[in-house]
């Protein structure tokens, strides 16, 4: 549910070593060798798992110029069906790490209070995304805009910010959020009725790009997640032109930090519910510029250890961005190990949150 690519981040794993805890049989082995069969990890130690350990490891999307892709393995110390929840309602925001600004979840008959963003936070990144909103009166923005979203952009400050007024300004604070609110709404709306495919396309410096091309490339080039999670992704991103996409557990808005600049991001959580475990996606619609789209796709397999049940969580993140498809070599291989790192600080935060609440309580 989170941006996990675009922050600056400084992330040394700590490795924590095996408490002990032993596992029971068949179950168990059962689960860990699902996961070995159809991901990056042939060697899995559920013992250093249930201790504290993640899995993360990124590996390449051939057919995808733009994506990026890592691949995570962890325990939950709660049951699965309260993990699937927890993934649809956590709230990262009160970890200041996650640099994220603003957030709004919410179900689909529950309003989304995009009219609460706010952008007179002192925060440079903040004050960033109000400059380059401005620079659209030039026809100058870097942001993820379609034509339309442009003109109706310049449209706007014409006639909502008076000539000359400066993005420090608190008028300039106030007539960004108004519009950004308005078009977040907008695409949100577009999304619940016709899917990916009534949104529009964009144009970059070098390309016209669509979201839904953007997540079929990434889906593509990885046959076997496809086919595991087929039903889902139908259900949920899949849809096809016409189509309405199922009703999500949760959608959500945020603001948050995306290397300098600040960003939003609107999403939604669907959850299936398999004969012995869970499937999750989350996915983001509309991501108003440093990257186009991300996915994420877990699988929860229950695991019971000393009596209690656990979750063992499989977790793919795929992501979209402009800047990937010019990195090569080294600077490809820290892309890689930044967004790695990323992950791992978010899981690391979602477990700690997950295992604090009491059993069976909401997360």
């Not at 130690?45 to 999307?61: H, T």
């Not at 309602?89 to 309003?111: A, C, G, N, V």
Request: proline letters at 4%; a neutral charge.
């Amino acid at each position: 549910m989170r941006p996990f690519l675009a922050k600056n981040l400084s992330v040394f794993a700590a490795l924590i070593l095996w408490a002990g805890a032993l596992p029971c049989a068949q179950a168990q082995e059962s689960a860990v060798q699902s996961v070995q069969s159809i991901s990056e990890f042939k060697k899995i130690d559920l013992g250093r798992l249930v201790a504290g350990d993640i899995l993360a490891e990124r590996y390449d999307l051939e057919d995808a110029e733009k994506g990026l892709a890592v691949q995570s393995c962890f325990v939950i110390k709660r049951p699965s069906a309260e993990v699937a929840r927890l993934i649809a309602t956590w709230d990262p925001s009160k970890h200041k790490e996650m640099s994220i600004y603003q957030l709004s979840i919410f179900s689909r008959d529950q309003p989304g209070q995009f009219e609460k963003l706010d952008f007179t936070s002192q925060e440079g990144p903040v004050q960033k995304f109000v400059e380059e909103t401005l620079r659209a009166r030039d026809g100058k923005t870097g942001l993820l805009m379609s034509e339309e979203d442009l003109k109706s952009l310049q449209d706007f400050l014409s006639k909502e910010l008076p000539a000359g007024q400066k993005a420090q300004s608190p008028e300039a604070r106030i007539a960004a959020a108004k519009f950004w609110s308005q078009l977040t709404k907008t695409r949100f709306d577009q999304f619940v009725v016709g899917g990916l495919e009534s949104l529009p396309t964009y144009k970059t410096k070098t390309a016209t790009m669509s979201i839904p091309g953007e997540i079929r490339e990434m889906i593509s080039s990885n046959p076997d997640l496809y086919k595991r999670f087929q039903n889902l992704l139908h259900a949920s991103v899949l849809v096809g032109k016409g189509g309405k996409p199922a009703t999500a557990e949760t959608y959500y808005w945020q603001l948050f930090k995306a290397d300098k600049l600040a960003a939003l991001a609107v999403g939604g959580v669907n959850i299936e519910k398999k004969s012995d475990r869970f499937q999750v996606i989350d996915y983001q619609f509309y991501v108003s510029h440093s990257y186009f789209t991300n996915i994420t796709l877990y699988e929860l397999w229950p695991v019971t250890v000393e009596g209690r049940e656990y979750t063992l969580v499989w977790r793919t993140d795929l992501v979209s961005a402009p800047l990937f498809a010019w990195l090569k070599g080294v600077q490809q291989m820290a892309a890689g190990m930044l967004m790695t790192s990323s992950i791992r600080e978010a899981i690391h935060f979602m477990k700690s949150d997950a295992e604090s609440t009491t059993p069976g309580g909401t997360p």
